[in-house]
């Protein structure tokens, strides 16, 4: 067994702090072992003579990407691993589409060529990583603001480069309504492939942004109302600043899970209405309570299979094809519950 010492280092030749390293033997009688480097960017570990394989994951933070050594010899006159990080440093700041420094978020850089990722955490809006060498990156740039969609673009590096990031967008606002007819807090509206969503605030206020171009924008219910039918707006261009406001009322149909043999209520009844042919497979759902009541508020006009599924798993009663034409109350009698 050999004491080995190792050490990790940035381009600058400085050691690197809290980097995990991961050596895996690849042969007979090789060993296994995981360390972290010190504050000086040194660690120390016992192995058995061989060929290794040395997997390197820096904190984040340092914006560094995580790198494979293979065939790494440790021998009694070589019991060393080191490895220096060497390529280009990429710096700059990202904006968000106010012109504002994205203050948290995230920006990442990745080649296809080399399988090469790394992913900084964005510091006040600024970052800086570093990649292995010229040729193209990937460059995604997001905050986690997620009303605010990513920057996603294609960079040809050839050298030091410094950024500018601005993440381009749209702004869209509105009210998201109930259905009881006031704002709504807590609903979700997102156009989907934009990358971007928004949650409403007391009032049922909302504001995201996406790029321009055309949208069906999808509102959902807050948590906890499943009840309540996700809509689809109909197709809206957006060129300039936009404002769009979106209802969740709708048909009503309310009533109770019986069952067939003695008219007594069904709680914990799955009840729910799923849209027919719709391409996001849209559908409302109510779990009936200890007095068997369920409620569904569905887009008016469409067709709707419902169907019925209580505890224990079992096969579910479905009728199909029921078209939300107007507020209805109705009973619903399913066979004994086993």
């Known amino acids: 067994m050999l004491h080995v010492l190792g050490s990790i280092r940035n381009r600058d030749g400085a050691g690197l702090s809290g980097v995990r390293v991961a050596v895996f033997g690849s042969g007979f009688g090789t060993e296994s072992a995981y360390v972290t480097t010190d504050t000086t ?3 120390e570990l016992d192995l058995t003579e061989g060929k290794y394989s040395v997997y390197i994951n820096p904190p984040r933070d340092l914006g560094l990407g995580d790198v494979t050594v293979d065939d790494v010899s440790v021998t009694r006159k070589s019991a060393r691993i080191d490895y220096r ?3 280009f440093q990429i710096q700059g700041t990202v904006l968000a589409p106010t012109g504002a420094s994205v203050d948290s978020g995230f920006v990442s850089f990745y080649s296809a060529r080399d399988d090469y990722r790394v992913l900084q955490r964005l510091q006040n809006g600024a970052f800086s990583v570093l990649v292995p060498r010229s040729g193209p990156y990937r460059m995604t740039a997001f905050s986690q603001d997620r009303s605010i ?3 996603l673009q294609t960079l040809d590096v050839t050298g030091d480069t410094t950024l500018v990031i601005q993440i381009e967008g749209i702004p869209v606002t509105g009210t998201l309504f109930g259905p009881d007819g006031a704002g ?6 997102q156009a989907p492939g934009s990358g971007s969503y928004a949650e409403s605030e007391a009032g049922g206020r909302y504001r995201l942004w996406v ?17 309540i039918l996700s809509r689809i707006t109909r197709f809206l261009t957006v060129s300039g600043p936009t404002s769009l406001d979106v209802s969740l009322a709708g048909t009503r149909w309310s009533g109770f899970v019986r069952l067939a043999t003695d008219s007594s209520v069904v709680p914990s009844a799955a009840v729910s209405a799923a849209l027919v042919a719709d391409y996001y497979n849209r559908s409302a759902v109510n779990v009936t309570g200890n007095d068997g009541a369920f409620q569904l508020i569905l887009e008016s006009g469409k067709e709707y299979d419902l169907s019925v599924k209580t505890p224990p798993p079992s096969q579910p009663l479905v009728i199909r094809d029921l078209v939300a034409v107007a507020d209805s109350t109705f009973d619903i009698f399913i066979g004994p519950t086993r």
């Open 41 to 43: 960017g040194v660690f």
């Open 85 to 87: 990080y060497t390529g």
């Open 149 to 151: 969609p990513p920057a």
């Open 184 to 189: 709504i807090q807590g609903a979700t509206i």
């Open 211 to 227: 790029r321009d171009g055309g949208y069906r924008f999808l509102v959902s219910p807050p948590d906890g109302m499943t009840f």
